[in-house]
């Protein structure tokens, strides 16, 4: 069992029609018939979204976003049209809120890897393979991979947990065109966030994008891009192979949630407790520092 430990009422807003509360975004349709994206502070973790949020959560990926669009915009479009607010919507969507167009989803998440970490990890210890690609022995836990592969997984409803599957799996699904386009255009996007993120001291170790197309069939990158929530940042100047990497992302969060100190049993059916103050306080410090070394503005 998992989900929402306590599910938010969405906003009632004149000339909005909410049409889905996802575990971090609340999604709205306006009389154009465009998407409106409200960014919450939601944080979610081992498929549960936790009773606690962390401030500034929702602005600062929104904002990291709209930054990582502009940088890979000759590489792919991006489906948002503005960040006005609607009118009539509560104060505190302002600098959270992207307004977008609406794309026709492709049901597969779109994952890059330059570095093995978390469910490759795992897959890759059980046969030197992640999704299909055969990898060289001797890889451990946060080493860089020869050269970076696109590991798909298939997307999953809230509380439930995406599953890694081969290239040739999502050539059947979507389409052997589709699949090639997803493949390169997510390792082209993932290459040069690579090196911008490495220029500022950050290690990409990998990433998730999602994409659709318009109603012209063009491939579109939509959701949001390269953030804490989507992407694996490590401090370039900490990493060191064979063990788990100081992190950028909700790591600390999970950290906590299977330490003694929580008292949460994860196999169990119960859900997770509210996130102490300082595990709060230190999460959210995370981000802002993610977003300051990427951007060089100060949050």
């Given at each position: ?7 938010p ?13 996802g ?20 944080m ?5 979204v936790l009773?606690t ?6 602005r ?17 479009p991006h489906?948002v ?22 794309l ?7 994952v ?6 978390g469910s490759?990890?795992v ?15 001797g890889?451990?836990d ?12 298939t ?7 995406d ?7 999502v050539?059947?699904q ?10 390169q ?6 290459g040069r ?15 998730k ?8 069939g063009?491939?579109?990158?939509g959701?949001?891009?390269?953030t ?27 950290d906590?949630l299977?330490?003694?100190?929580s ?5 169990s059916e ?7 103050q300082?595990?709060v ?6 981000y802002?520092?993610a977003?300051?070394?990427l ?5």
């Amino acid at each position: 069992m998992s989900g929402f430990v306590d599910k938010p009422e969405p906003a009632e807003v004149p000339g909005l029609v909410h049409l889905h509360t996802g575990k971090v975004r609340d999604l709205y349709q306006n009389e154009a018939g465009e998407l409106v994206m409200v960014a919450s502070d939601r944080m979610s973790a081992f498929d549960w979204v936790l009773p606690t949020g962390i401030p500034d959560k929702g602005r600062i990926l929104t904002a990291l976003s709209l930054w990582w669009f502009d940088r890979i915009a000759d590489l792919v479009p991006h489906h948002v049209i503005s960040t006005d607010v609607p009118e009539g919507a509560p104060a505190d969507w302002e600098g959270r809120t992207t307004v977008c167009r609406r794309l026709d989803m492709i049901p597969v998440e779109a994952v890059a890897r330059g570095y093995l970490a978390g469910s490759g990890l795992v897959e890759y210890r059980e046969g030197r393979t992640v999704c299909g690609v055969t990898l060289p022995e001797g890889l451990v836990d946060g080493s860089e991979l020869p050269a970076p592969i696109f590991t798909p997984a298939t997307k999953a409803e809230v509380g439930e947990h995406d599953e890694n599957v081969t290239y040739e799996e999502v050539a059947r699904q979507v389409g052997p065109d589709t699949a090639a386009r997803l493949r390169q255009t997510s390792l082209a996007v993932y290459g040069r966030a690579r090196d911008i993120a490495r220029d500022r001291g950050i290690i990409l170790a990998d990433t998730k994008f999602e994409f659709g197309h318009d109603d012209q069939g063009h491939l579109v990158i939509g959701d949001e891009v390269l953030t804490p929530d989507s992407s694996r940042f490590w401090p370039v100047e900490q990493w060191e192979p064979g063990r788990p990497q100081p992190s950028y992302d909700k790591q600390f969060v999970r950290d906590w949630l299977t330490s003694p100190e929580s008292g949460w049993d994860r196999a169990s059916e119960q859900p997770p407790p509210p996130l102490p103050q300082h595990v709060v306080e230190a999460t959210r410090a995370k981000y802002i520092e993610a977003y300051e070394r990427l951007t060089g503005s100060a949050w």
